[in-house]
């Protein structure tokens, strides 16, 4: 959407406050803050339900039976996605996002009742949280798409993020705070509350954006549109249709599913196998890391220098600081870094920042396999992925029709990254049958990372296209 701010307007206070961390200018300050707080509350309830999810599947089925439930999560997508779409056709956006908030709220007082009467819900519970997550933050940054144009996520996408790497740091922080203290089935009490609350923030955003928002013909919403005459040959198709105020936040979606649209655009697929290819060298690094963890343990204990601490503490006691320096160069790279990246190289050129360090990291560990190297390489992979790239790759679908802001994202958020997951294990158990090492998966890793810089030029090319075309559009 084109919501011009008029010149005459001078900085508020939180207009001022904002821009140490983006470019933020008169009255845009109040609705990125509450897009911030949205994000930092869903990032921080499912934080506190993820330690619930590790204590009910671990107590009750152990690690075997949650890996293979983590394979049913993408199964189960396949279902939910479809439906999703099929929503998203029939209600508008602010509908969407509460129709779908409260379904999960209510599904968790489900849960406490069943957990109080005595029923083991480890599985149900792993299966079910595998989709609320991946849904939930999916749909809120549709939402965010949404609400800004291109010009403006580029330059507010930043403070959003911050809510979203804060989030997930304070969530942690409960979580670790409340949860010896009521137990797993009351947080879920907590977090039902809590995500009612986000509709009560979505709705408030919609209103605010929706008052700021010009009158007249020359409002314009992205779609699809038959193509000029000097349009480039291939160049993707925007819509800007003429709308009554009001309209396109209420205006219910075209029919066409998450997946069929996927298929349908070259750059969507490309978004889609960029973010199975990202996940799967993530994961595959999560794997290297664990093993040697486990193996550093093992060693200590041996040795006797495990200071009386049995393996599950020493294990435990490592990620306990990996995590904290993860969330913490993340929330710095988020403030400090995101926003300057995006003014000076651009979403496309920060599309390339991880890549770059993770054939770094894993160059490294494939020549130096060794705990503090592979550890110190994945605080700056983590870190960089849970800000830089993520902030990059949700500013990708700005200049995208509403259908494949809610909808392709939808299906490229949920089902490709659970994909990666299925991949990934399937490259564990081949390499282990294979008795590879550290250093046969980290090359394995650098040969994923080089498809994903191809993938990712693929994807700059398509953006230049969209982008170039939106402007011309403005422009006119």
Not at 67 to 94: E, H, K
Not at 120 to 127: H, T
Not at 380 to 406: M, Q, V, W
Request: glycine share 10%; with cysteine.
């Amino acid at each position: 959407m084109l919501h011009p701010i008029p010149s005459e307007r001078r900085k508020s206070w939180l207009d001022r406050i904002l821009s140490l961390a983006a470019d933020v200018r008169a009255g845009e300050g109040a609705v990125a803050l509450l897009l911030a707080a949205n994000v930092f509350a869903l990032l921080a309830f499912y934080y506190v339900l993820k330690t619930v999810r590790e204590s009910l599947i671990l107590s009750e089925g152990g690690a075997e039976v949650k890996s293979y439930a983590a394979a049913g999560q993408a199964l189960l997508l396949l279902a939910f996605v479809p439906a999703y779409g099929a929503v998203a056709s029939r209600v508008n956006r602010v509908r969407l996002i509460s129709g779908v908030t409260l379904f999960f709220a209510s599904h968790l007082v489900i849960f406490y009742l069943l957990g109080a009467a005595g029923v083991l819900v480890g599985v149900p519970f792993f299966l079910w949280i595998g989709i609320f997550n991946l849904v939930v933050i999916a749909q809120f940054w549709a939402f965010a798409n949404d609400v800004y144009d291109t010009e403006r996520g580029k330059r507010l996408f930043p403070i959003v993020g911050v809510g979203s790497a804060l989030g997930a740091w304070v969530g942690a922080e409960l979580a670790s705070l409340l949860f010896g203290r009521v137990g797993p089935y009351q947080l879920m009490l907590v977090c039902a509350a809590g995500l009612t609350a986000c509709v009560f923030l979505t709705r408030w955003t919609d209103r605010r954006e929706r008052a700021s928002a010009p009158q007249g013909p020359n409002r314009l919403r992205q779609g699809r549109v038959a193509p000029r005459p000097d349009e480039p040959a291939g160049a993707p198709k925007l819509d800007t249709k003429a709308e009554t105020p009001g309209t396109p936040a209420e205006a219910p979606m075209g029919k066409a599913g998450g997946f069929q649209l996927v298929l349908r655009q070259r750059y969507l697929l490309l978004i889609g196998l960029l973010v199975l290819v990202l996940n799967t060298v993530n994961t595959v690094g999560e794997y290297i890391l664990g093993r040697l963890v486990v193996d550093e343990a093992a060693a200590k204990i041996a040795s006797g220098a495990a200071g009386g601490l049995s393996e599950e503490a020493l294990i435990g006691q490592f990620y306990g600081e990996f995590f904290g320096w993860v969330n913490l160069l993340g929330l710095l790279f988020q403030f400090f870094l995101v926003s300057r990246l995006f003014k000076w190289i651009g979403v496309r050129g920060t599309l390339f920042v991880l890549p770059v360090v993770a054939t770094f990291s894993y160059g490294l560990l494939a020549a130096v396999p060794l705990l503090a190297v592979v550890s110190v390489a994945k605080v700056l992979e983590n870190g960089s992925d849970y800000s830089i790239n993520n902030t990059a790759k949700h500013a990708l679908f700005l200049p995208t029709s509403r259908e494949a802001k809610y909808k392709a994202k939808q299906a490229i958020d949920s089902f490709f990254w659970r994909a990666g997951d299925m991949l990934q294990a399937l490259i564990v158990l081949v390499g282990v049958q294979m008795a590879l090492g550290i250093r046969g998966f980290a090359v394995i890793n650098l040969v994923f990372v080089a498809v994903w810089i191809i993938l990712v030029l693929g994807i700059v090319a398509e953006h230049k296209k969209l982008t170039a075309l939106e402007a011309a559009q403005r422009a006119a």
